[in-house]
């Protein structure tokens, strides 16, 4: 009886199908070419003033699949930037000269446009924001100069009030008096003209903020349109690829994925981190192959997320 059982677990041992292992050299082959196939249809209608794609590469994972990471242009930190252009002079503010003005920095708001278009003009998507940070830090240079004549002129303002009080102490006749009397008068028109100044300048730099704002929402507008049409021609390409070319993966077991990793896509939002993933099964790929589903249902099929 023990001959027999172990003949039988013998037989059963020999007909169980074996996994078969993945041949990497074939499969290397194969991806170079897909990777040549892909590349050659991802680079096709870019939009030289909107998301483009760049480069991918391809690598395997065992008893998982192969991994297609694909690079575009949405790497930009500054599709719009917003600037508080609020100096603190504040509406109906009494004006008031000070002993001694505290600098109101627009130099660091000079630096952080200055640092925009530094990194704009290391990536593709800046040909449609460089033009309005330019803009913009011509208007920061217009307020800056403005506020640094005021500045200027409140110091000497300060200084020749400073001077009259200490002399005006010290007067002994009336027409001393009338003198100094008539010198304050002056002095307080002249504070008057540098509020007016201040209000100018503060209706001017609010002007600038709405200005950048309303720019800044047309260009996240416009950075959103070409997002969406840059993913519609990347999943529609992909797809296409994959129905038309899926089968030159012969070595890729059956069993395991293809995936699409768009690195640092995410859901298209300015500054993403995150990636955008396409799972394809790759039974789902050799169906459209044979033309049992087509390139849309494909996509139906696909697991997508952003991780």
């Given amino acids: 009886m023990k001959k027999i059982l172990t003949a039988v677990s013998m037989a059963l041992a020999i007909s169980l199908p074996t996994a078969a292992k993945t041949n990497l050299v074939e499969l290397d082959k194969e991806l170079e070419i897909m990777s040549s196939i892909l590349h050659t249809a991802l680079k096709q209608n870019r939009d030289s003033k909107g998301v483009r794609y760049r480069s991918l590469k391809a690598k395997y994972l065992a008893k ?4 297609f990471e694909v690079n ?7 599709p ?9 002079f504040g509406d109906g503010a009494r004006f008031v000269i000070p002993d001694a003005p505290d600098p109101i920095d627009v130099h660091e708001i000079e630096r952080q446009v200055e640092e925009a278009m530094e990194n704009v003009n290391e990536q593709d998507w800046g040909v ?3 033009d309005a940070l330019e803009s913009s830090r011509e208007a920061m240079s217009r307020v800056r100069d403005r506020l640094r004549s005021l500045r200027d002129d409140e110091r000497e303002l300060s200084y020749e009030r400073r001077e009259l009080e200490f002399e ?11 003198e100094f009397e008539q010198l304050r008068k002056e002095l307080d028109k002249r504070t008057e003209e540098l509020e007016k100044r201040r209000a100018e300048i503060n209706k001017y730099a609010s002007e600038i903020e709405l200005e950048n704002k309303k720019k800044n929402e047309e260009r996240i507008e416009a950075y959103k349109k ?10 529609g390409e ?5 129905c038309r070319y899926g089968a030159g993966l012969k070595a890729l077991p059956d069993n395991e994925n293809v995936s699409f990793v768009l690195s640092k896509f995410g859901d298209g939002t300015p500054g993403e981190k995150k990636d955008r993933i396409y799972v394809f099964s790759y039974k789902d790929i050799r169906s459209c192959v044979s033309e049992k589903i087509d390139a849309n249902e494909l996509l139906t099929r696909v697991e997508s997320y952003v991780f």
């Fill in 80 to 88: 719009g930037f917003d600037f508080d252009f609020n100096f603190g």
């Fill in 168 to 178: 005006s102490r010290n007067a002994n006749s009336n027409d001393e008096r009338k």
């Fill in 64 to 67: 998982q699949g192969v991994v």
């Fill in 72 to 78: 575009s242009s949405n790497r930009i930190s500054h």
């Fill in 226 to 235: 070409s997002t969406k049409k840059f993913l519609a021609h990347f999943e």
């Fill in 238 to 242: 992909v797809a296409d690829a994959m």
């Fill in 128 to 130: 449609i924001v460089s």
